[in-house]
């Protein structure tokens, strides 16, 4: 019996002994679920487990970030982040600096041989040495893969060679007074030559080993991750790393932010939405950055189309154009009218078309188009295409058509057309379209950017037009021998006096042909959660992540 009743005594502290670690372990368990974060339909990466992750929310998704393939503006922001050029820009401003380069490059008198020198101590993201041949092998890369961006070096190099451990030789086909910018291109990066192939075609879009302050940790379809380099050569990320949460729709990316879900929301929120975060910003303490853009929204103008190819026709419509009518109506004040294809903020800048025409000068239009033949009984018509998904731009093409109908008496009647984006850049080049609204993001820093990839024409004449080159792949088809030998004089001139008056003079014809018809200027915006601090968009329209904090 003693025997039993001892036992019973010491299954029953056993059994006390189970029940207390079971209750406990019950305890521990609702504690850590009930500090899990939940779930949330776009999969946002929270950041609550690690204390200085920036998630950065946006609605651009990247086709690929494979430098040799990359056109796109969330993807040359990736890069920028990801990856180092030979050269970038003092941030705040548009001053070049050398980055993988130790000084500015050393030009020859004749102005088509580039020595640069190379930094030493760089190592890329998978630990391989960089050097001269590394730069040299991700130059011969982005050119021989044939990629979209490729045309940048292709038109312009002859040669890149390592000319030493830790120089570069390049050599131009012929002199190009912008090439220094151009090496800033955020697709000019170096990339290991361990992890990538030189072949025609051959890319990695969903890879990246550079040597910049962040590696690539995942590239998902939803959701990107950004790993701080710890041997980065350069500045020290302040943060411990990027999310990018890539959201379905911008309605979504708003709500996110409201919320508190993500600390950064970047492009591309509507006007309206961005309207009303401004409006609660001083109240929820949310930071407001805006930079003036240099994104140009246009209209291109098929010359070798009725009633187009009439140089008054074109006039009468540059004429009607009312840039601050739009701003206010369309745009809600988010922009920047702009009077000439190169940007306001650059040397050089003309507002032709603002001294030429004015902004909604119905009576020089009215003038125009009956010295051109037209009338009540035989108005120009004349279609307006703009991209199927623009808010924006169909509300710009109702505006002009309301205007034409109240203020032209009859004398010329717009068609409104919308055509998905895919299948308009498939056909502008073929003389589909009238007319396109369309923009513009330059490549790199400088008036040629705006200028070359719009009117220069390398087969035509002027009765057919340009049959090869950059006015046919626009759509406008524009031809003038004048404004092909000024595209060169500027490209091979080193004297910024006298480069500047070669743009001017361009723009003075621009504003005589109307080839395109300037709009606007797109204005950037990113909003951030009252406890970050660091966020900036450059003058460059860059956004650099190793300057955000989470306090």
């Not at 430098?67 to 993807?75: F, G, K, L, Q």
């Not at 630990?127 to 041949?133: K, L, R, V």
């Not at 879900?261 to 006007?271: E, F, G, R």
């Not at 004089?489 to 743009?503: D, L, T, V, W, Y």
Request: net charge negative; glycine share 6%; aromatic share 12%.
């Amino acid at each position: 019996m003693v025997k039993h009743k001892s036992f019973n005594l010491i299954n029953h502290s056993w059994h006390s002994i189970i029940q207390f670690v079971g209750l406990f372990c019950l305890c521990c368990f609702l504690v850590i679920s009930c500090s899990q974060p939940q779930n949330n339909p776009d999969n946002t990466p929270t950041t609550e487990t690690t204390t200085n992750r920036i998630t950065i929310g946006t609605t651009l998704k990247p086709r690929t970030i494979d430098p040799a393939d990359a056109y796109e503006v969330i993807s040359g922001n990736l890069l920028y982040n990801l990856g180092d050029r030979l050269y970038g820009y003092k941030l705040g401003t548009t001053e070049l600096l050398p980055q993988l380069a130790t000084e500015m490059p050393k030009i020859s008198e004749d102005g088509t041989t580039y020595t640069i020198p190379i930094r030493q101590g760089v190592t890329f993201h998978d630990g391989t040495p960089f050097n001269a041949e590394a730069m040299a092998f991700s130059f011969k890369r982005f050119i021989e893969n044939s990629g979209p961006p490729s045309s940048l070096l292709t038109n312009t190099v002859e040669s890149v060679e390592a000319t030493g451990e830790y120089q570069l030789t390049m050599k131009l086909k012929k002199p190009f007074a912008a090439f220094t910018p151009l090496l800033a291109f955020s697709g000019l990066c170096a990339i290991s030559p361990q992890a990538y192939t030189i072949g025609e075609s051959q890319f990695k879009p969903d890879t990246f080993i550079g040597t910049g302050p962040y590696k690539l940790a995942e590239y998902g379809t939803d959701v990107l991750r950004l790993d701080v380099f710890e041997n980065y050569w350069g500045e020290k990320a302040k943060n411990q790393g990027i999310d990018i949460q890539i959201f379905s729709s911008s309605a979504n990316l708003f709500n996110a932010f409201k919320t508190g879900a993500i600390d950064v929301a970047y492009a591309s929120l509507d006007t309206d939405q961005i309207t009303n975060l401004e409006a609660e910003a001083s109240r929820q303490g949310w930071q407001v950055i805006s930079t003036d853009g240099k994104t140009v929204n246009y209209m291109v103008l098929n010359l070798n189309s009725e009633p187009l190819n009439n140089k008054a026709v074109r006039q009468a419509l540059a004429s009607i154009i009312d840039r601050n009518l739009l701003n206010e109506r369309v745009l809600q004040g988010k922009a920047e009218p702009v009077y000439s294809l190169i940007p306001t903020k650059f040397n050089g800048y003309k507002p032709v078309f603002q001294e030429n025409y004015g902004d909604g000068n119905f009576n020089k239009a009215k003038e125009l188009l009956k010295t051109a033949g037209y009338s009540q009984e035989n108005p120009a018509k004349i279609e307006i295409w703009y991209a199927a998904n623009s808010t924006k731009r169909q509300l710009t093409a109702s505006t002009l058509k309301a205007s034409v109908e109240q203020k032209l008496e009859g004398l010329m009647e717009l068609e409104l057309n919308s055509v998905e984006a895919a299948t308009a850049f498939k056909n502008l080049d073929k003389g589909v379209y009238q007319t396109f609204i369309l923009d513009w993001y330059g490549d790199f820093v400088d008036a040629d950017n705006y200028i070359q990839p719009f009117l220069e024409c390398t087969k035509g004449s002027k009765e057919k037009g340009c049959e090869q080159g950059a006015s046919q792949f626009q759509g406008s088809f524009y031809y003038s021998d004048q404004i092909n030998q000024l595209i060169q004089q500027q490209r091979q001139e080193q004297n910024p006096e006298k480069r500047q008056a070669i743009f001017i003079e361009i723009q003075e014809i621009l504003g005589e042909d109307v080839p395109f018809i300037p709009l606007w200027l797109d204005k950037d915006y990113v909003f951030a959660q009252k406890n970050i601090s660091g966020v900036s968009l450059e003058p460059t329209q860059q956004f650099p992540f190793w300057t955000i904090n989470k306090s």
